[in-house]
């Protein structure tokens, strides 16, 4: 299995999140190895699947008040609401493919035999 998780291919969502994991996954740590204690710590990785979750769900309802605005006559810009449906979109789609990143090192985890 590849060291690395490979999501730098799909995109810059969300900042930061992508080279934590990538690391994570370098040095071979578990959920359980990091541990937030003291000002230098990181979050865990719990924390930050739960605040990118957060982020494309922020993403998602701010796309949907743009489409409510524009479409009830609101003042916006067409190309404003367009490019927040696009990065609610992307930032969707980034998120499944972590969760399918996730499943399948889950499965392969699962099928090893002690």
């Known amino acids: 299995m590849n060291p690395s ?5 799909l995109g810059n969502f969300p900042p930061g999140i992508l080279n934590q994991l990538n690391q ?3 040095q071979g740590l578990r959920a359980d190895d ?3 204690t003291g000002e230098s710590a990181q979050p865990d990785f719990k924390s930050l699947i739960m605040e990118s979750i957060t982020q494309v ?3 998602q309802q701010s ?3 743009a489409i409510e605005t524009l479409m009830t006559g609101g003042d916006i810009n067409p190309a ?3 490019t927040a449906i696009q990065k609610a979109d992307m930032s969707f ?3 499944q493919q972590i969760r399918n990143k996730l499943m399948d090192a889950y499965r392969e985890i699962k099928e090893i035999r002690i």
């Open 57 to 59: 769900n922020d993403m």
């Open 5 to 9: 998780l490979g999501l730098n291919s």
């Open 34 to 36: 990091v541990v937030t």
């Open 24 to 26: 994570m996954t370098r």
């Open 93 to 95: 789609r980034m998120m």
């Open 63 to 65: 796309a949907d008040m």
């Open 80 to 82: 404003e609401v367009l």
